[in-house]
């Protein structure tokens, strides 16, 4: 089976490519936590499995069919990060180094626009993400012990976003313990961002992830962050999320929509026996 690896900002991901490999492919959560395992495995935060539109209902305009698996096997619906992966993924498949792709995932088709990047491994890989919108309602325990102001956001998987109101954003033990508390809470699981805003145009957080725990970023965690702040009037809706692994872009407009922009980098090719 052949692979390559890409991180977006360091959230890592393996992209497997039915296209790339010659035929049909057998993904899922178990190869998943195989691959990604950091000591027994190769090692990322997800697997992204590519497979041609025709096998999902997905429309004749859809380029590819992006299915994605977090680091513990199980499903999720949509990552920022992973489908700019993704794409850089696919591009590189295909022998180009920019164009447009439109990618059908469970969070509906998610159209990405890629340039070449500062050096011949990294890609701008700019992506609609669709239209933001509330999340699960807040229970009882989550408003009293978030720590700040706030408020659950859908980017087509689920989001806590915590505007602090003092100390330090949390990190390692401190992020691990807050993230999994308050996940706990809601039954389906949910991302948790925990958000200081700098400058009407910058902020910056640390996030918990579900199904993966803490990674150096998340780019619906950013696109999720970005949209409850300005719907507070307490971010511009341009500005730069600034997060463990580095800067995202975000733009949020009038209809809700939201676009994410920031780079991808080819890490390596690798073949599994």
């Known amino acids: 089976m052949q692979l390559s690896k890409h991180h977006g900002l360091g959230n890592d991901f393996l992209v497997v490519l039915d296209e790339h490999n010659g035929r049909a492919l057998d993904v899922d959560g178990a190869l998943a936590r195989r691959l990604c395992d950091r000591h027994r495995g190769i090692g990322a935060d997800g697997l992204l499995h590519g497979f041609a539109a025709s096998k999902k209902r997905a429309g004749p305009d859809v380029d590819i069919v992006m299915k994605l698996y977090n680091a513990d096997g199980s499903p999720a619906e949509m990552s ?36 070449p990047g500062r050096g011949k491994s990294e890609m701008l890989v700019t992506v609609d993400m669709g239209a933001a919108k509330p999340g699960p309602a807040l229970p009882d325990a989550v408003i009293a012990g978030a720590g700040g102001r706030c408020a659950t956001a859908d980017m087509g998987n689920p989001h806590l976003v915590v505007l602090l109101d003092d100390g330090d954003l949390p990190r390692d033990d401190a992020l691990i313990r807050r993230g999994r508390d308050l996940e706990a809470n809601f039954a389906d699981g949910i991302n ?63 209809d809700e929509r939201v676009t994410l922009i920031g780079p991808t980098e080819h890490i390596a090719d690798i073949e599994v026996a």
């Not at 022998?95 to 890629?114: H, K, Q, S």
């Open 192 to 254: 948790v961002e925990f958000v200081r805003i700098h400058e009407r145009d910058h902020a910056e957080l640390t996030v918990w992830e579900r199904g993966s725990g803490i990674t150096e970023a998340c780019g619906t965690g950013a696109c999720a962050t970005a949209w409850v702040l300005n719907s507070w009037e307490a971010l511009d809706a341009r500005a730069t999320i600034t997060m463990p692994g580095g800067d995202a872009d975000v733009l949020v407009a009038s």
């Open 80 to 115: 920022g990060n992973g489908v700019r992966c993704f794409a850089q993924a696919v591009a590189m498949a295909r022998g180009v180094n920019e164009g447009a792709l439109r990618v059908a995932t469970d969070a509906g088709i998610r159209v990405l626009d890629l340039l």
